[in-house]
């Protein structure tokens, strides 16, 4: 059964440092995996799609990479903003066609 | 097509009534999911449909929950005989197809609140 973990749970940094969220999954037979960000009270906003063929993707000041083989992907948030404040997950999906998800990085931001 | 679209977004409902929630895919999306998610966990997934076909369901959904998709557009999620514990906030998401290659895209979410 996949299992996905993120850490940390939570992070407050001030702005402008650069980040990096943690997400790892048990089985490493995957299709892709998928980052998240959601606002409180919100639907989830898809940052980056990164296909198992591929090791990293960017947009903007994100770069997520994969490691299928040990189970890792990485989410690096360069320059820190106050509008970057949101929880960010992620997902995977394999050949049970459904995305599994993790608990979440709650992320603060401060001026 | 401005993305996925649930209606409404927020529901307040007694202990015991009938809920249906309603979902509208991205136009073209063949695959829709349901999930569930309470306070400070990640989704947790409920069923998903290929066009009108309802493919997986999970052991979450008990027998008060019912979700349909006819002619493969929208779909629905109804909930009968509610309870406290079904207190959530439920996302629709939908992707065009299987495979290595797809991006899943979600709602706006209902969040249910039962009194």
């Known amino acids: 059964k996949q299992e996905v973990t993120q850490i940390p749970a939570a992070l407050s940094v001030p702005e402008g440092e650069n980040l990096v969220l943690n997400c790892s999954f048990t089985?490493?037979?995957?299709?892709?995996l998928q980052w998240f960000r959601q606002d409180p009270g919100k639907g989830l906003t898809s940052l980056l799609l990164i296909q198992s063929s591929q090791r990293e993707q960017t947009s903007g000041r994100l770069n997520a990479s994969l490691d299928k083989s040990s189970g890792r992907s990485t989410l690096y948030i360069a320059a820190s903003q106050p509008g970057d404040s949101a929880t960010y997950l992620c997902a995977v999906i394999g050949g049970t066609d459904k995305l599994i998800f993790g608990t979440g990085t709650r992320l603060q931001v401060f001026p | 097509d401005t993305g996925v679209s649930q209606d409404p977004r927020h529901k307040i409902t007694k202990r015991g009534q009938n809920v249906t929630f309603r979902c509208d895919p991205i136009?073209?999306?063949?695959?829709l999911y349901w999930y569930r998610q309470t306070l400070g966990q990640g989704p947790e997934f409920l069923t998903y449909f290929q066009n009108e076909a309802q493919l997986e369901k999970s052991r979450l959904l008990s027998d008060r929950f019912s979700a349909e998709r006819p002619k493969g557009s929208f779909s629905t999620l109804e909930i009968q005989r509610t309870e406290q514990g079904d207190s959530a906030m439920y996302l629709c998401?939908?992707?065009?197809?299987?495979?290595?290659?797809?991006?899943?895209?979600f709602g706006q979410g209902t969040r249910l609140t039962v009194v």
């Open positions: 998401a939908s992707s065009p197809t299987r495979g290595w290659d797809t991006e899943a895209f």
């Open positions: 089985d490493s037979a995957i299709y892709n």
């Open positions: 136009s073209e999306h063949n695959r």
